[in-house]
């Protein structure tokens, strides 16, 4: 099915590790982005591509790095993983920047920082 | 700042019940509005949307509507199904920004 892939589905890692959290879209989309969903917090966005060659930080962007690998892909990075970035990631994309055309998001990642 | 408050959960309804998922919004400028839902497992998927005052979004049988004037956009179904068991997320965006601004999520249990 179209649509976006995120790997891995489940994570643990323990403090000072690093790891690359993978997305894919194969709908074409211009626009790609992170977001991490805690308890009680709603979705917050981390980074986001607006096109191919361009990143820029969102609302809660220490302690992450991406890269926009090609038009597909959008990868999150982790340097030195803390109990705080325990969390659900989401990746999304959209046709063009902006929410207003609506986004599809990946079915998430869960990764605990132990 | 821009923001967005949702009723918190859970929610538990009987299967045919009606459901209502109060949102209220705070918003510079002239926010388009929107309601993700969660089923489990899975990512957000766009229920339905609405871009200027009075639009009323519907979709699957769930309607909202944008009030300016209460600045809100309360979710509501006449006849909750079984299936209808996730979390909904109520977002708003600015016309003129990258980015949602999602509520926290109210889970909605159905049971038959």
């Known amino acids: 099915n179209a649509g976006v892939t995120q790997t891995p589905k489940f994570q643990v890692l323990k403090t000072g590790q690093s790891m690359t959290l993978q997305c894919a879209q194969d709908m074409n989309h211009n626009s790609m982005y992170w977001y991490r969903q805690d308890p009680g917090m709603g979705l917050r966005l981390i980074y986001y591509?607006?096109?191919?060659?361009?990143?820029d930080k969102g609302e809660v962007p220490n302690g992450y790095n991406v890269s926009r690998l090609n038009k597909r892909e959008f990868s999150l990075r982790l340097e030195s993983a803390a109990p705080s970035q325990t969390s659900v990631y989401f990746c999304a994309s959209s046709p063009t920047p902006g929410p207003n055309y609506g986004y599809t998001f990946g079915s998430g990642t869960r990764l605990t920082v132990v | 700042g821009d923001s967005v408050t949702q009723m918190e959960g859970p929610v538990t309804l009987s299967e045919e019940a009606f459901l209502t998922i109060n949102c209220t919004y705070t918003a510079t400028g002239y926010p388009s509005l929107f309601w993700y839902v969660q089923y489990p497992g899975e990512g957000l998927q766009l229920l339905l949307k609405a871009t200027k005052a009075d639009d009323k979004g519907s979709n699957k049988g769930f309607e909202a509507t944008y009030r300016k004037e209460t600045t809100s956009f309360h979710l509501e179904k006449g006849s909750v199904q079984v299936s209808d068991s996730a979390v909904y997320f109520c977002?708003?965006?600015?016309?003129?920004?990258?980015?949602?601004?999602f509520g926290t999520g109210t889970s909605l249990t159905v049971i038959p």
């Open positions: 977002a708003l965006s600015l016309n003129t920004g990258n980015q949602f601004y």
């Open positions: 591509s607006a096109s191919e060659g361009t990143t």
